[in-house]
């Protein structure tokens, strides 16, 4: 079974090599010095309009129109983007991962070329006359006359770095409110979630470098249905607090405390206790972790699941263009040997637009495992391989794996034993776009899927048109089929959006209709229509407000969706 499913990770090879040999083009290799310009701008998301995400950073901060994002999702790896729109403080992503859904607050980065760092202008000074030159010298108040400067040299080339433990306190973050109200007539029912929520993260806190970080939600949900089943709750879940040092150019030790995500190795998830990482010379990262893992769920209940983990990621030189990790991470639950787990990932990210990112997660079984055999299972894996020819088109690849593993914490929710032995499911999926005039942008994705009892695919094509109807519009017309499981359909839709630099407005119609497999050929249609008005606000001061609805209607029957959501970065 391992050795059919290797297949992934030969295509992610066999995708490295191809990007590796293609002409490279482009400048001539970077001296060390040089390459230290290179560096990785660090951003956030602010606000999500469609395919595209806003960030806060923008022109200020050296970011141009053209250049590649990478996003770092909750589950592990990068999702890539390229910058269509930059203005003074913040800037506009296309993404370029169909499927992916981005959310305010998601973290990521770019690369500022060294080229782009303006350097510092040389003035021409005056030559002093012959005679004159001594008491020039002798009257200078100057101590520093500046030996060592080269021209070309950045103005402050020679400026001493200042540490982090001599930074001023300084603290940033979030706070955001989302009011969710769903009506369905179908049973007469209602339901309202209420979220409230943030995160905090203060720099050098106690005077010595060091880093605390905070982020929490509380939920209400509220159901009403016409019996007795009614439902309400209230949750609080933390969801990280932790405390930190080093991780820096000066100090290369990275220790965490707390709650907090994995930093060497996201994959691992989540973890109650402590981690310390380090870094080499060259660029190199190692490190090791120990403590609980809470439990994936609403509440995040913690404690009965211990876990020990190592990681150790090599990248090419300092640019970090080409890495490549390796982790494992041994749990027991409720003292009893639960997973064994091994992630290996693979990044080939060069600046000619080639974009390789791979990720496997191979889970080891022993004899007490009984349902699975005894050896290496290959439960996840996921290729990703594009190329961006400019900003123009863009050209890609997606193969994933997915299978469940055996587990003692309920973390999934487990079929029948019979179907759990080889329960997966496959996915492959190709996928383009290109701009064929300055305003208009043509798309096409297809793929098929394969579990362990069907198979089937998808398809969509669609074209965008910039300011068709008016300045800073976008008109798109989109058609899809779908062959699934339970119920193949097949639409259209269309949409028109209008977006600025504080905000926009879209509106958009879809129309399906499903063919529900099971049924007779009397009563297997589902037509459905889908509407949804969206508005959005982004303020340079750090505000954004969305207002949504959204509307389906099925024959006779119809539900309704109204969404507030409410975020204040600061």
């Known amino acids: 079974m391992l050795k059919s499913r290797l297949v992934l990770l030969f295509v992610a090879g066999a995708s490295c090599a191809t990007a590796w040999g293609a002409p490279q083009g482009g400048p001539p290799a970077q001296t060390p010095a040089e390459e230290e ?34 996003f770092r999702p909750r589950e592990g790896g990068l999702q890539p983007g390229v910058v269509t729109q930059a203005d003074e403080r913040t800037a506009v ?12 607050g998601l973290r990521g980065f770019v690369r500022i070329p060294n080229a782009r760092v303006p350097a510092a202008p040389v003035r021409a000074r005056r030559k002093p006359r012959a005679n004159a030159v001594g008491e020039a010298l002798a009257d200078s108040k100057w101590s520093n006359a500046d030996e060592d400067y080269r021209q070309g040299q950045p103005l402050l080339a020679r400026v001493r770095p200042v540490r982090p433990e001599e930074r001023p306190s300084e603290y940033s973050g979030r706070w955001y409110t989302t009011v969710d109200q769903i009506r369905s007539t179908e049973d007469d029912r209602t339901d309202a979630f209420y979220r409230v929520g943030g995160g905090l993260k203060i720099e050098n806190f106690s005077g010595r470098g060091d880093r605390v970080q905070i982020d929490g939600e509380l939920n209400y949900r509220n159901t009403d249905v016409p019996d007795d089943d009614d439902q309400r709750a209230t949750r609080f879940r933390l969801d990280r607090f932790s405390y930190s040092w080093g991780g820096t150019r000066f100090d290369p030790t990275r220790v965490e405390l707390g709650r907090f995500l994995h930093n060497g190795m996201p994959e691992f998830g989540v973890l109650d206790g402590a981690e310390w990482t380090t870094r ?68 080939y990210l060069p600046d000619d637009g080639w974009s390789v990112i791979s990720s496997a997660w191979i889970d080891i079984y022993t004899g007490s495992d009984g349902l699975k055999d005894r050896g290496p299972e290959l439960t996840q894996a996921l290729v990703n391989v594009s190329r961006s020819l400019g900003t123009d088109t863009l050209v890609g690849l997606r193969v994933s794996h997915v299978a469940l593993p055996q587990l003692q914490r309920q973390e999934f929710v487990v079929p029948q034993p019979l179907d759990f032995v080889d329960a997966h499911v496959d996915r492959a999926s190709v996928f383009a776009r290109t701009d064929l005039s300055p305003r208009t942008r043509v798309r096409a994705e297809a793929g098929m899927w394969s579990d362990e009892e069907d198979s089937g ?4 094509a669609g074209v965008e048109l910039s300011e068709l109807l008016f300045e800073g519009s976008l008109f798109g017309l989109a058609a899809f089929g779908v062959n699934g499981q339970f119920s193949d359909a097949i639409g259209g839709r269309g949409y028109l959006r209008d977006w600025g ?7 958009e119609y ?3 209709n499903n063919d529900l497999v099971g049924f007779t050929s009397q009563n297997d249609d589902l037509p459905q229509h889908r509407i949804r008005v969206q508005w959005d606000h982004v303020s340079i001061e750090g505000w954004s407000v969305r207002l949504s609805l959204d509307t389906q209607v099925w024959d006779s029957e119809y539900s309704v969706l109204g969404s507030l959501h409410v975020n204040r970065s600061f």
């Open 37 to 70: 310009g290179n560096e990785l701008l660090e951003l956030r998301v602010t606000h999500v309009r469609g395919t595209s995400v806003v960030v806060d950073r923008g022109a200020n901060d050296l970011v141009r129109v053209g250049d590649r994002v990478f």
């Open 93 to 104: 992503v296309e993404l370029q991962t169909t499927g992916f859904e981005a959310a305010p």
């Open 280 to 347: 080499t010379g060259g660029g190199d990262r190692f490190g090791v972790a120990l403590g609980f893992l809470p439990e994936p769920d609403l509440d995040y209940e913690t404690g009965r699941d211990f876990a020990l983990s190592a990681f150790y990621r090599w990248v090419q030189d300092e640019s970090e263009r080409l890495s490549a990790s390796v982790g494992f991470q041994k749990s027991w639950h409720d003292s009893n040997a639960d997973r064994d787990l091994a992630v290996l990932n693979l990044s």
């Open 457 to 460: 695919g998808n398809a969509e």
């Open 501 to 507: 630099p504080s905000g926009g407005w879209s509106l």
């Open 510 to 512: 879809e129309l399906a």
